[in-house]
């Protein structure tokens, strides 16, 4: 009879005595204006129940009515009457609606588990509703309150229920949790990710900077969190915002399918290539095994939206390291030991990690280069790059897209000009400065040289010194590599010498001869990026430098260059243009010429060109009576050059004499006749 009563009582609060009693005073505060009749004044009074000022006696007898609701759905006439089809087609209710005798607790949650195939927006609505009560208090979940009664109890009995403070108190302790507890949680954590609305204290916290920043965002599909998290760090996000936004992201770093973007874009994918990773039983997370799969295999990802995805992951991860579940556990103690002030966020814990690699444990160690190899890849993962040289970027390489170190690759052959800033300079210059101890942070070097590593170098790799072996190592067998990974290792050749510095590890063997033949006269060089590589080209490609081809110089460049010691003669040799079609136009350019001097040669035995030491044209050369005629021929032109000049200046005629013959149309004729 009380059952049926409060039935009855659902629609209006006036027929609710011990309710309308409690809450009289909270109407007419909060609800004055709101007409009786269809549960309206319910709602109002259930929707301002968190507000300051709202009495703690209405309030509790709110929440016990809520309560209630949650465990039977007929208390409440609204989802009744919205969603009475849905009721019986989706969830197989047999029952009556109107019987004491037909109770079934499981329709709410049945609508919740189909809420997106749910078709009627008054039954949608009211699903929300209930999935918002229930990310914010434990005893408006009836499975999550049943599963885990006993566990509240035993871990969370001090925690007021409320703003999901018992849910996160079970969460902290969810390696002590039943089993059914453990499952049940887990899979409300993971409904709970897909909707601002079911993430109550980030709701709460971040309320002004949502209307600040994400107002015109739809709810729903984690669009409004994924704009909280873009927005973060902006000076106007309060600290308890940034703070909930965080906590997130930890949350969704310890097992995919608490991302619920990644999870959704990336199912196909996970199944195909990460589908043993993880085997994830009884609510225990995967401990970030998914995301790492995602991360090594990302080449392998066929969606583009999973791409982007795992990207936005990477970028999580490389600005806190608390969000590489699997780094944080290998570089706990290291944290605590090296960097125990440093705020994290920013990336500002894994550069004071790297400032003190050789104090690292071994696994902390390899967790950090594995993540530098990864920034490698793409400058949106390098938070130092994008926070110093934003304007260079803008500036230099607004067009070039991101990825395969394109846009790094932009900046460091930019960085010598004129308007490039110093605090980027640096910032690059240090970058390229550490990738020369590992070829693993040369992204297109790593792709093009990997079979060439594996095959001939392959102990150096192992060994993980970072002490540039492995670029020692293909320097040596240079002649037997393939092209492509020829040029791209005199590519990084040619970037260690454009950033020159005393006993960089790839450059060292040169240090004496920039210090004798470079920096003697002009000791400033250095300060400026490239002018070391190009003394050291130059001295080089001298006419007469002591070649394998050409071992005999002459003149005083010949014997400057001599004194280029073979251990950096070829390192200079490898080097490559940092601007790889610009050489290679510019050789087509000259095929013919040296096709021609190379056919000179073989008639007449004179050596018309300087060779590398693989007989490869890269200079012209002119000896004894080839320099002769070759002098007389460049009087002769710059005399005739001379001569053409003055005439066409002096208006002089050359010889040919013409007459100029001008037809014009006579004007017609006035007088009439034809």
Known sequence: ????????????????????????????KFCANMPPGQARVKDCLEANRNEEGFSAECKEEIDSMIERRVHDFRLDSRLRTACEADIYSMCAFFGD?????????????????????????SCKQQVKKYQ???????????????????????????????????????????????????????????????????????????AKEIKLYCKDIPHGEARVIRCLQDNKSQKDFSKECKEEVRSYENE?????????????????????????????????????????????????????????????????????????????????????????DVEPGEGRVHECLRGKRDQLSDSCRKEELFLEELEAENVELRPGILRLCKDERSMFCKDVVPGSARVFRCLAEKMGDADFGETCRQELFSKLQRRQANWRLDPPLRKACKEAVRDKCDAFDKQAQEKGAVYKCLMTVYEDLPEGCQKELGRALHMALFVWAPNALLTAECDQDVMSLCLDKRPNMAKSPGAVGQCLAELLDSPGTKRVADPVGTG????????????????????????????FDASLSVVLLQSQLSAVEGATGLTMMARDRFGQPRAVTLTGWTAVLGMAAMVVLVLFGASFAYRKYRGIPDGKSYDLVVKQKHPPSHSGKD
């Open 252 to 340: 969704a770093a310890s097992d995919y399918r608490l991302n619920y973007r990644l999870a959704k874009s990336c199912k196909a994918d996970i199944d195909a290539l990460c589908a043993s990773s993880c085997k994830s039983d009884e609510g225990q997370v995967c401990g970030g095994a998914v995301l790492r799969c995602l991360t090594e295999r990302r080449d392998e990802i066929k969606s583009d939206a999973c791409k982007q995805e795992v990207v936005y992951f990477e970028k999580m991860e490389v600005t806190d390291f608390r969000n590489d579940v699997i780094l944080a556990a290998a570089c706990r103690a290291d944290v605590e030991k090296h960097c125990p």
């Open 1 to 28: 009879q009380l059952f049926r009563q409060e039935m009855e009582n659902a629609d209006d609060i006036r027929l609710s005595v011990r309710l309308f009693s409690h809450c009289v005073k909270d109407k007419r």
């Open 556 to 583: 005083a460049a010949a014997a400057k260059a001599r004194q280029l010691s073979d251990k950096c003669r070829a390192i200079v040799d490898i080097a490559e243009p940092p601007n790889m079609k610009q050489a």
């Open 97 to 121: 609606l109107d019987s004491v005798e037909s109770d079934d607790s499981s329709v709410i949650r049945c609508l919740q588990d189909y809420a997106q195939e749910i078709t009627n927006p």
């Open 132 to 206: 918002e009560l229930a990310s914010e208090d434990i005893r408006f979940d009836a499975p999550l309150a049943d599963a885990c009664y006993e566990d509240r109890r035993s871990f969370c009995s001090a925690v007021p229920p409320g703003s999901a403070r018992v849910i996160r108190c079970l969460m902290k302790m969810r390696e002590k949790l039943s089993v059914s507890c453990r499952a049940t949680l887990f899979d409300e954590e993971v409904r709970f990710s897909q909707n601002i609305d079911f993430q109550f204290p980030m709701k709460q916290a971040c």
